[in-house]
């Protein structure tokens, strides 16, 4: 369980934006969590917590067993994220050295990847 509570993030950088990252989010409190204990890992430039984070609306269609689509709304616009060719699922976890809520515990997340994306 994440400190910040469920949600979701967006955390894009994007010729249409100019290469600058983006951080789309319906929970400000989770994407400021994910900066801090996994994107200073990943990738530094969306650690910055002086980025904004846009307030945006999620939404998921499609199946998992084809192809998704991810919609992202906010006041800025809509972004559409569609995946397909998904391959099997599997459970990301990390020591509890490297990362760990305020209890110490681990928190695994359930992922899955996608050859291809638009």
């Given at each position: 369980?994440v ?19 983006r ?5 400000v ?5 994910l ?9 530094k430039p969306f ?22 689509e ?12 569609s ?10 976890t990390m020591?509890p050295?490297?990362w760990?809520d305020?209890s ?15």
């Open positions: 369980m400190p910040a509570g469920q949600g979701h993030a967006l955390f894009m950088e994007s010729p249409l934006t100019g290469k600058a990252p951080i789309y989010a319906d929970n409190g989770l994407a400021r969590f900066q801090r204990t996994i994107e200073c890992l990943l990738h650690a910055d917590e002086s980025l904004p984070v846009i307030d945006a609306q999620f939404e998921r269609t499609g199946s998992s067993l084809s192809t998704v991810e919609r992202v709304v906010s006041d800025d616009g809509e972004l559409i994220l995946f397909w060719d998904l391959m099997a699922p599997f459970v990301l020591p050295a490297r760990t305020r110490g515990s681990t928190a695994p997340s359930c992922r899955r990847a996608a050859r291809s994306s638009r």
